[in-house]
């Protein structure tokens, strides 16, 4: 019986894409999706070239080669201080704040088995909004205190919608709905919080709200960095279990899985990983939402596709930011605007796709 599991697992084939099953000492195996490992190094290729290209892009343009040279530590002293102090730190605080919510993106989707569950919809970006915008409005606070106050502001708002969706557990649509109500309910906050801002404060909060990777610098980037070495591993250690809760819950209690201990788990490394990437960059709108889906279309693998929706992630956030210094002219974007766009545009399209299909 054995031998016949592992000969059906080694000829399974998903949508054209083939498996393998790679074989350690000691009798430890494991699948290989050759579709998904290709992606995954072609979204890397593609994020580390256009990451060389944002850093020479600028009032003071410098060549690729030049950029790859000074990383090495053979550049001239201007050279190191434009790369190293102004460019590097916010093109790796893009990378962390997209690699973070295309993972927390995939987690909430995972979690609720739909496609729009994602920090946008669900209120968590709009619950880190609130915190800094009470921090910013109502105290005036620093930028260290307008961190902390979205990070807050953020786990709060995850409490709060995991307490009031659980009802023996906590369900996909039931996730989506409160999320959707909470959503509303801080969203009107926000607003009335801005109104009750002097111009200045109010100003300061707008800027912020729309997010922006302007003037990020290593202080943004070492906190975030950190999260992220905490965080993904426990995300990928999870990673069987998730996938084994989106075939229903008797079915994963049946195999073993704790299925709200794991939820648990990874809708609070959601949860921080949302807040923390919104706290660095401000709520960066729809990069949750798509970069999963755009990662499963591309490998075309069950399952949440974790790595391959952090690789996503960093590469639409970095891309957008470069069109944003590029396309413009002289009318620079914050990356927010520009990933608002495309997001928008791929809600409307992965709606009227789900209406087709019945689904909505």
Same mark, same amino acid.
Request: net charge positive.
């Given at each position: 019986?054995?031998?016949?599991?592992?000969?059906?697992?080694?000829?399974?084939?998903?949508?054209?894409?083939?498996?393998?099953? &790679? !074989?350690? @000492?000691?009798? #430890?195996?494991?699948? %290989?999706?050759?579709?998904? /490992?290709?992606?995954? *190094? =072609? +979204?890397?290729?593609?994020?580390?070239?256009?990451?060389?290209?944002?850093?020479?892009?600028?009032?003071?343009?410098?060549?690729?080669?030049?950029?790859?040279?000074?990383?090495?530590?053979?550049?001239?002293?201007?050279?190191?201080?434009?790369?190293?102090? &102004? !460019?590097? @730190?916010?093109? #790796?605080?893009?990378? %962390?704040?997209?690699?973070? /919510?295309?993972?927390? *993106? =995939? +987690?909430?989707?995972?979690?609720?088995?739909?496609?729009?569950?994602?920090?946008?919809?669900?209120?968590?970006?709009?619950?880190?909004?609130?915190?800094?915008?009470?921090?910013?409005?109502?105290?005036?606070?620093?930028?260290?205190?307008?961190?902390?106050?979205?990070?807050?502001?953020?786990?709060?708002?995850?409490?709060?919608?995991?307490?009031?969706?659980?009802?023996? *557990?906590?369900?996909?649509?039931?996730?989506?709905?409160?999320?959707?109500?909470?959503?509303?309910?801080?969203?009107?906050?926000?607003?009335?919080?801005?109104?009750?801002?002097?111009?200045?404060?109010?100003?300061?909060?707008?800027?912020?709200?729309?997010?922006?990777?302007?003037?990020?610098?290593?202080?943004?980037?070492?906190?975030?960095?950190?999260?992220?070495?905490?965080?993904?591993?426990?995300?990928?250690?999870?990673?069987?279990?998730?996938?084994?809760?989106?075939?229903?819950?008797?079915?994963?209690?049946?195999?073993?899985?704790?299925?709200?201990?794991?939820?648990?788990?990874?809708?609070?490394?959601?949860?921080?990983?949302?807040?923390?990437?919104?706290?660095?960059?401000?709520?960066?709108?729809?990069?949750?939402?798509?970069?999963?889906?755009?990662?499963?279309?591309?490998?075309?693998?069950?399952?949440?596709?974790?790595?391959?929706?952090?690789?996503?992630?960093?590469?639409?956030?970095?891309?957008?930011?470069?069109?944003?210094?590029?396309?413009?002219?002289?009318?620079?974007?914050?990356?927010?605007?520009?990933?608002?766009?495309?997001?928008?545009?791929?809600?409307?399209?992965?709606?009227?796709?789900?209406?087709?299909?019945?689904?909505?």
């Amino acid at each position: 019986m054995k031998s016949n599991l592992v000969r059906s697992v080694r000829s399974v084939q998903r949508d054209g894409g083939p498996n393998r099953v &790679l !074989r350690a @000492p000691g009798g #430890l195996s494991f699948r %290989l999706d050759v579709r998904a /490992l290709v992606v995954v *190094g =072609a +979204l890397l290729l593609t994020v580390l070239t256009a990451s060389v290209a944002l850093i020479g892009t600028g009032d003071f343009p410098i060549p690729a080669g030049d950029v790859l040279k000074t990383l090495l530590g053979d550049g001239n002293a201007g050279q190191e201080f434009i790369v190293n102090e &102004l !460019r590097l @730190p916010r093109v #790796l605080v893009g990378l %962390l704040v997209g690699a973070s /919510l295309g993972l927390g *993106g =995939a +987690l909430f989707q995972a979690i609720s088995r739909n496609p729009l569950g994602s920090p946008d919809v669900l209120g968590l970006s709009q619950g880190s909004t609130a915190g800094a915008l009470v921090m910013i409005v109502l105290f005036s606070g620093s930028a260290g205190a307008v961190t902390v106050g979205a990070l807050v502001g953020g786990l709060v708002t995850g409490i709060a919608i995991y307490l009031l969706a659980w009802k023996q *557990g906590v369900h996909g649509y039931r996730l989506v709905l409160v999320g959707i109500g909470v959503s509303a309910v801080v969203t009107a906050v926000n607003g009335y919080l801005i109104t009750k801002a002097d111009l200045v404060d109010a100003a300061r909060a707008v800027v912020w709200m729309t997010g922006s990777l302007n003037g990020r610098g290593w202080d943004q980037v070492w906190p975030l960095l950190w999260l992220c070495a905490v965080l993904v591993p426990v995300v990928v250690a999870n990673g069987r279990a998730l996938r084994m809760t989106e075939m229903g819950d008797d079915v994963s209690y049946a195999l073993g899985v704790r299925v709200e201990r794991v939820r648990l788990v990874l809708m609070l490394a959601a949860v921080l990983l949302t807040a923390a990437a919104t706290a660095a960059a401000g709520p960066v709108g729809f990069v949750a939402l798509t970069a999963p889906q755009l990662a499963r279309r591309l490998t075309r693998s069950p399952g949440p596709n974790l790595v391959a929706s952090m690789c996503m992630g960093a590469t639409l956030l970095i891309v957008a930011d470069w069109a944003s210094q590029r396309l413009f002219g002289a009318d620079q974007l914050p990356v927010g605007v520009v990933t608002g766009v495309l997001g928008g545009v791929y809600l409307l399209w992965l709606l009227v796709t789900e209406r087709k299909a019945g689904r909505i």
